[in-house]
């Protein structure tokens, strides 16, 4: 069944796979600004990607003081 873009079943809730595509096809963000904006629209996805933290954790490293940022 499908319900407010999530697959539900007897396995459990899962994300959209066109919206997960979104997240991959998405492009290289440029600013800092950018990247912030990236960052906060796909934490709604973490609890659907596997390692996510790992996965977005050298980004948000990038906004500590001794960044290129």
Known sequence: MTYLGH????QGVE???EKLQAIWAWPQPFSATILRIFLG?????????????SIASP???????NSFL
């Not at 697959?7 to 007897?10: C, G, V, Y």
């Not at 629209?41 to 933290?53: G, M």
């Not at 980004?59 to 003081?65: A, C, R, V």
Request: net charge positive; proline share 7%.
């Open 59 to 65: 980004l948000t490293d990038m906004f500590s003081p």
């Open 7 to 10: 697959f539900i079943s007897q």
């Open 15 to 17: 994300a959209d796979p």
């Open 41 to 53: 629209q796909k934490s709604y996805s973490r609890c659907f990607v596997k390692h996510y933290t």
